[in-house]
């Protein structure tokens, strides 16, 4: 006899509304920001012509990517059709939802322009990979809209395979289009080069998994509604395994980057230059946001342990943006070459290392477009059925003990 | 709309018909050049010319500003002592070699690329390139993403940091849009020559010279012919129309 799995909205208790109101806050104070620099302009910011995509891109970015990322659940209960992961789907849905509008936000209010949106809507360059990804933004949002009435419409379950399908392709060109964004731009040695798609889809993966995991972990603490460990374990896994794949990307990248002398300039500076993009480099993204969660997703003192499982996320997520942040302002920061080898000067900052310092209404900017995101999933997780009544293996997966009994033999042999 | 009538306009006709291909332009002085063939606003843009410039870095002294001034006061562009935000439009790039110490001076502004990489990744095609060769900014669709900065590999492109007072009619501008050298496009389709190339005759310098790269025989073309020049990241292959001697 089949156990259906029944989902249940989470309860709108004092810590839902406490979260509400500091999100509220928070959002408030991004759009305080965002008049502010409405009426003067950009000069406000950190951001000037030499570092012309600045803090708000970060975030941006960060979000778009991880929006990708966290459909993976759902993807591999969908398209792969491991059975424990589909409880689980909805809220991967939701989440790519969510983090999707809340990064597109910050990039639109950062424009020179927001007024003119309804001009990025309607005309399009097909040349530009710019162009495109706001098809693929968009796309993104009905495909993964459709696929969520799939999978919480039960006259719609059948469908949940073809369309799960559809949102899984349309998320990799998704992210390779972002990725492509960098790879495309030719003149600047840090981008240009096409592993960046690749780079880029598995950090949404690792990404998009750590905001997952916390979310999920969040909502049943705040709920009483304790996950097994068996899920945890393989969630886990799978974002470790992720953490990996995007370090080894980095690696790749580098290290071609550096066998020629054209190309090692702008691997150089990042890893050695000695400037702040050196140091986050190494220290935010390296260490503490890829050593250090491995260590502790894998370590037999801390593995399986849900608050470790939860710092590890955290780190992932600081290590990403860490990453993020180094390509875009790094990458940035690196003076373009007009004449290579030469020395050059000029009043427009030829020649030098471009400095960045954010300021604050780019800050609350980029805070207020995840206090968005984290707004409208608990508002979304609190109206509709999002979440399994229970998270325990069991309910899970009904052929959870047969199925752990078969892989804890497996191990010992 | 009445059209008036102008005696450039069969000037214009002949000079595109290439019945007077040496008599539409007119060379008075080693660069300085008139063109008197100008463009009546009712007449489209057409591919039979391509704007350029010629620059000789052997005449450009370091110390010598004129043309970046000359840009400022013919375009609006304003001076807030603020170097990182504040636009640019053309600007001087002292070069010196390292191993041998040689060193030149040069102006650099928009090389209006026959295949401009702003134009490619802008998303809505406000950057784009007039049939002549001019590429340009349509302020009236940029949306501020300042994508095509990231994409230019001369570092040609302003964005417009604060408000803007005092433009002139021929060179709207506006905050959170971005701007570049429009090689004096006002200028240019009126006849007359670019602000830039009037200033640097005006200083004795006679280090640029402006004309139409597809007229065999105005004076760039026949300047190109005659001398070795180059393109600034000549590797990019993107045929710029303003190029470089001495460099």
């Not at chain 1, 470790?308 to 990403?320: D, E, K």
């Not at chain 2, 990231?150 to 940091?161: E, I, L, Q, W």
């Amino acid at each position: 006899m089949k156990n259906r799995i029944r989902f249940r909205e989470i309860e709108a208790n004092r810590g839902f509304w406490a979260l509400l109101a500091l999100m509220g806050t928070l959002i408030g104070l991004a759009a305080l920001a965002f008049f502010y620099l409405k009426i003067y302009g950009h000069v406000a910011t950190g951001m000037n012509n030499q570092i012309v995509w600045g803090l708000p891109h970060v975030f941006a970015i960060l979000m778009i990517v991880a929006a990708s990322g966290a459909l993976n659940v759902a993807s591999i209960g969908s398209v792969f059709g491991r059975k424990v992961y589909k409880p689980l789907a909805p809220l991967s849905g939701l989440l790519a939802v969510t983090l999707l509008i809340g990064g597109l936000a910050v990039l639109v209010l950062d424009l020179g322009r927001p007024d003119r949106l309804i001009i990025a809507m309607t005309h399009y360059n097909f040349k530009s990979i710019f162009a495109w990804n706001i098809i693929l933004y968009n796309g993104f949002l009905v495909i993964v809209a459709l696929y969520l009435w799939t999978l919480m419409e039960r006259r719609m379950n059948r469908y949940s395979k073809p369309v799960g399908l559809a949102a899984f392709l349309w998320r990799l060109i998704l992210t390779t289009g972002t990725g492509s964004i960098f790879g495309f731009l030719v003149a600047r040695d840090a981008y240009d080069a096409a592993i960046l798609a690749p780079m880029f889809i598995l950090m949404s993966f690792s990404i998009g998994l750590a905001v997952y995991l916390l979310t999920l972990m969040a909502a049943a603490s705040g709920n009483n509604r304790p996950i097994g460990h068996h899920i945890m374990n393989r969630l886990k896994n799978l974002l470790g395994i992720f953490i990996a794949g995007v370090l080894y990307f980095v690696v790749v990248f580098h290290v071609t980057n550096l066998y020629s002398e054209q190309n090692a300039v702008a691997s150089r500076f990042i890893l050695a230059g000695g400037t702040e993009h050196t140091t986050i480099f190494w220290l935010v993204y390296v260490v503490i946001g890829s050593l250090l969660p491995l260590a502790i997703l894998f370590a037999p003192q801390t593995a399986g342990n849900p608050r470790a499982i939860g710092l590890a996320s955290v780190l992932t997520v600081i290590g990403g943006a860490g990453l993020l942040y180094v390509i875009i302002i790094g990458g940035q920061a690196l003076p373009l070459q007009l004449f290579p080898g030469m020395e050059v000067s000029s009043s427009f900052a030829d020649g030098q290392v471009n400095a960045y310092t954010p300021s604050l209404p780019e800050i609350l900017l980029g805070v207020g477009g995840v206090a968005l995101f984290v707004a409208m999933t608990a508002v979304a997780m609190a109206v509709l059925r999002f979440l399994p009544e229970s998270l325990a293996d069991d309910k899970l997966d009904p052929h959870y003990s047969a199925e752990s009994t078969q892989e804890e033999a497996a191990a010992k042999a | 709309m009445s059209k008036l009538p102008e005696k450039t306009d069969t000037d214009r006709r002949r000079f595109v018909a290439g019945a007077a291909v040496v008599g539409g332009t007119v060379a008075i002085a080693p660069g300085v050049t008139l063109m008197a063939a100008g463009r009546p606003a009712d007449e489209a843009v057409t591919d039979k010319v391509r704007w350029g410039l010629l620059i000789d870095s052997n005449k450009c002294d370091q110390g010598c500003n004129a043309c970046v001034t000359a840009c400022k006061a013919e375009n609006g562009i304003p001076d807030f002592g603020r170097p990182a935000t504040d636009a640019q439009w053309i600007r001087k790039v002292d070069v010196t070699d390292p191993q041998t110490g040689n060193s030149f001076s040069l102006p650099v502004m928009c090389q209006h690329c026959e295949h401009p990489p702003c134009a490619d990744v802008c998303p809505t095609g406000a950057s784009f390139k007039r049939a002549d060769g001019i590429v340009l900014v349509d302020k009236h669709i940029c949306i501020g993403c300042r994508y095509c900065m990231m994409a230019c590999p001369y570092k040609a492109r302003s964005f417009v940091h604060e408000p803007v007072a005092n433009q002139k009619p021929h060179a709207p501008r506006g905050m959170g849009t971005v701007e570049s050298c429009t090689l004096c496009v006002h200028r240019v389709d009126r006849g007359a020559i670019p602000a830039c190339v009037e200033a640097c005759v005006g200083a004795q310098r006679g280090a640029m010279v402006f004309g139409d790269l597809n007229d065999p025989n105005s004076l760039i073309s026949r300047r190109l012919r005659e001398y070795p020049s180059t393109q600034i990241r000549a590797d990019l292959r993107l045929n710029t129309g303003v190029r470089y001697r001495g460099i």
